[in-house]
């Protein structure tokens, strides 16, 4: 069986390490360009966290959850991507992939991505 086809907005599971340099498996969007991913090559990805402060922050976008699964982000709990937590990891590095962000909150990812320093 082929490994499965990594692209832009997948949600994939991989070690990433937090803010105190703890690593542990967590959900990831990928923001590398899908013609830019090669096997065995570096992807740009933002870290997802179920620990959402009141109010959200403005470099945090929510993600459809549900908690069955949603059937297209795959996340059971609510969840946003933390645009200021970037991290470079391997396309070895994926765990799995759990779903796909839809178009308007990975376009919202995208945008307040770039717009931080």
């Not at 990831?28 to 570096?42: C, K, Y």
């Not at 009141?54 to 059971?76: E, I, K």
């Amino acid at each position: 069986m082929a490994a499965p086809t990594i692209r832009l907005g997948q949600i994939v599971w991989a070690e990433i390490a937090d803010a105190n340099g703890i690593r542990k498996a967590r959900p990831a969007v990928v923001v590398t360009a899908t013609d830019q991913i090669v096997p065995g090559g570096d992807l740009e990805v933002v870290a997802i966290t179920s620990r959402i402060p009141n109010p959200v922050p403005d470099d945090h976008v929510l993600l459809p959850w549900h908690a069955n699964g949603h059937p297209r982000t795959g996340l059971n709990r609510r969840s946003a991507a933390v645009c200021s937590w970037v991290a470079v990891i391997s396309t070895a590095d994926v765990q799995s992939i759990a779903g796909l962000v839809p178009a308007a909150p990975l376009l919202e990812v995208i945008s307040k991505r770039k717009s931080i320093p």
